[in-house]
């Protein structure tokens, strides 16, 4: 409901969304098929989903404000250190170069996240 969070959760889609997009097109180009079974990934993807019907389950509000707030500092930190592990044993060119923007992009969103989190607005 705080208006802060609602522009950082667009922020988010659009981002994200952009994100996806770019790493499906690196992908395909350099016929790279993702694993996705690794731990990493199903742990991440069933976090994602636990968190999300978490969130869908609270009313509307300041808790569910700081709830997901909270969720997407927890989130962007895990994706932040695997990335920047992945980066350190990436040897393609525009695969590396592809993880250094993605954790640009990423750390951006882990400093706003704790921002809100800091904020009186949400906090």
Known sequence: TNP???I???LMVTDHKKMLADGKALATKLAITPDSSKSDV???????SDDVKDLNDKKAGKEGDEDYIGKQVDAHQMVLD???DASK?????QLKDALMQSIGKVQEHLTKAKE???SKAVS
């Open 4 to 6: 802060a969070v609602k």
């Open 8 to 10: 950082f959760a667009r």
């Open 89 to 93: 044993s990436a040897q393609n060119a």
């Open 82 to 84: 695997k990335l920047q």
């Open 42 to 48: 199903t742990d991440l993807t069933k976090n994602v």
């Open 116 to 118: 809100l989190k800091d």
